[in-house]
């Protein structure tokens, strides 16, 4: 992987270190491009107009579905576009035959999207090991009796993955769906949810080089099918009288009203982009990076999670005894023009739980070098040399 090469599809790296890839990732050239070739050249509605450039509209959502499932290894019509993880997350939620006394079963370190929807129906935990990393035998002997598991394939609080097929495989041999959050798996590593054997994968476009506010749910067509329609109106109908409906087929009965075209397009690309750099390649370039970061730095700061980097993917969460997380993340950014993360990481809960206000988090991801980790650890250490 040339990552010099991958950088210039990146200008804005040319003024900043961007390790704020936990959040948001950056947009390489040929994604802006693809979304604004929506606009400038066939800025239109598709499915629902006949002419040519409705119909180059729906060819071009269409292939980036398309895209989009070959990314995971589902088919098209699994795919429901979003407008992120969290509508994802919602849409099962209210779709999915729940009852309010359902036991829903979540990992103690949710963000608040795969957290908050579940909280109307009987929603318990299992709490992480004291390294953070997950307790599978906990969740054996608490899964039975469970209607649906919904668990942060890898955690944007401290990177950490939880076992996903050895607890689908469990989940299943209790007659338990499971639902995986995959915003911060699917854009650093190879996910398949056919060797998962997962019944539902959300995911977000702005963390894996696609636009804003484009977000997909897979679900197993079998559920989809069976599911009733959250958000409902204009798409979501194949015909409509006074007192009933006839719902339009999988997915296009969960997209409701006109779609973000260019964004979905925009995704479609970004799918095709990643494929090309390789997603092992991907997951192996973080490890290094985060490797190096943890070295340098695990012993001078309170790091958030296992020491061993290979099991918090790309992502470095620590705090410094007597500063304030924000103070440093506005030290790095004004010293050095180092973009990380600072506050709850929408996890409250959990830092709630433990008694802390926050942390710091700088995730990296396949476009960023060694020497901006370099840049990186020096600047903390400055920081911490000024403590002393």
């Not at 992480?128 to 394939?153: C, I, P, R």
């Not at 969960?254 to 973000?260: I, K, S, T």
Request: net charge neutral; charged share 25%.
């Amino acid at each position: 992987m040339n990552v010099n090469k991958i950088r210039e599809d990146f200008p804005v790296l040319q003024k900043v270190i961007y390790f704020d890839n936990a959040c948001m990732s950056l947009k390489p050239k040929q994604v802006i491009h693809a979304l604004t070739s929506y606009y400038l050249d066939f800025p239109a509605c598709g499915e629902r107009s006949e002419h040519q450039l409705g119909k180059i509209v729906t060819e071009k959502v269409d292939e980036a579905r398309r895209s989009v499932a070959k990314f995971i290894n589902a088919v098209p019509e699994e795919i429901i576009f979003t407008k992120n993880t969290t509508e994802a997350i919602n849409l099962v939620a209210n779709s999915l035959d729940l009852k309010k006394d359902d036991i829903v079963l979540t990992t103690d370190k949710e963000h608040n999207s795969n957290l908050l929807p579940w909280r109307k129906f009987n929603h318990q935990f299992v709490k992480s090991k004291s390294d953070n990393t997950f307790d599978l035998e906990a969740f054996e002997k608490k899964v039975k009796g469970v209607k649906l598991v919904a668990m942060s394939h890898t955690s944007n609080l401290d990177g950490v993955s939880i076992p996903a097929k050895e607890i689908v495989d469990i989940a299943h041999k209790h007659g338990v769906l499971v639902l995986l959050d995959g915003a911060q798996s699917v854009p650093h590593k190879e996910i398949d949810v056919r060797k998962l054997d997962v019944d539902f994968l959300a995911f977000s476009g702005h963390k894996m080089c696609g636009p804003t506010g484009t977000g997909v749910l897979y679900g197993k067509l079998n559920l989809l099918e069976n599911m009733k329609p959250f958000i409902v109106g204009g798409g979501t109908v194949k015909n409509s009288w006074y007192d009933k409906q006839e719902w339009e087929d999988v997915p296009h009965r969960f997209e409701a009203g006109l779609q973000d075209y260019a964004g979905i397009i925009g995704l479609g690309e970004a799918c095709r982009y990643l494929k090309n750099v390789g997603m092992k390649n991907i997951e192996q370039h973080e490890l290094e990076l985060n490797k190096r970061m943890t070295d340098a730095l695990a012993n001078e700061v309170k790091l958030i999670g296992p020491k061993d980097p290979a099991l918090r993917s790309g992502i470095f969460s620590f705090n410094i005894e007597g500063m304030d997380m924000h103070e440093i993340a506005g030290i790095l950014d004004n010293s050095a023009n180092i973009a990380v993360r600072a506050g709850n990481h929408c996890v409250h809960s959990w830092f709630n739980a433990h008694n802390l206000k926050g942390s710091v988090r700088a995730s990296v991801y396949f476009y960023n070098t060694l020497e901006e980790v370099d840049k990186f650890v020096e600047e903390v250490k400055k920081i911490l040399k000024f403590l002393k």
